[in-house]
């Protein structure tokens, strides 16, 4: 049986219950070569970085993190919750250091109330782009800035906001941090091939399917035409520390969600 791809990198977050160690161990069972570790999966199996790291050595598995996200917005019009969240984000990259994980992930932030104008939005966005760059250069690692879902208060979404991103990433200079295109939050507001090709400056990949009823869907069991996107992320990040994190959490049967990839995912060989 060929080896898959050595991009292909679930996410600990499908294997929640098995704790993270747990899932990295059936990550690696199924043959994947990566995970991606979602930082409160470590917070919450009280496992320290140093033994995940181990074990991920152990186990053959290379490795991105995905810094906490849930109740947090770094853009927060209230104060004390921005500073909060961009705390819990950047002590993350201290902790993907000790991972030797070369990619973090980290979402944009969102608005706080939907009258509010998304103009103060970016400004914040710059400076918490700045705060993420100087911390990803001093550890030498890369942030990757997660294009979000059609969703209410979310704003880094379609194409011009994404291609805003990518004009701020270079108006401030950000040396260390640039975009990751998540294929099923594409998919919910237009065609992910386009986004594949226009989106710029793409570090890392999330890849799942999405149907009508779930926007994140196990491979094969949305309507997205893999088979056309999968070759194509592959080559955007040929030449990147990037990985193609898989999604998709069945909550019923965990286990399944990485059997269904790992079988889906044997036909992209490298
Ligand atoms: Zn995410």
Known sequence: MPALHPKFAPATRLLWRAGVLGALEAIAEAGFLAAEVWASHIVDSRVSPRLLKTQAEQLGLKLSLHAPSYDLNPLSSNAEIRSLSRRLVLDSLETAARLEAKTVVVHPGALSSSTDDPEDYWHRLEEYVVQLDAKATHLGLTVAIEGMEKKKLQFITGMPSLERLGQLLESVGARHVGIC??????????????????????????????????THA?????????????????QKLEDTNGLIAIEGRLASDEPRAIAVAAEFLRQFTS
Do not use: C, N, W, Y
């Open 218 to 234: 196990l491979l094969g069991e949305g309507r997205l035409d893999l088979g056309a996107i999968i070759p194509k992320l592959l």
């Open 181 to 214: 295109l998540d294929i099923a939050h594409a998919g919910t507001i237009g065609d992910p091939e386009e986004f594949l090709a226009r989106v710029p400056q793409i570090v890392h990949g999330h890849l799942s399917d999405t149907s009508e009823e779930k």
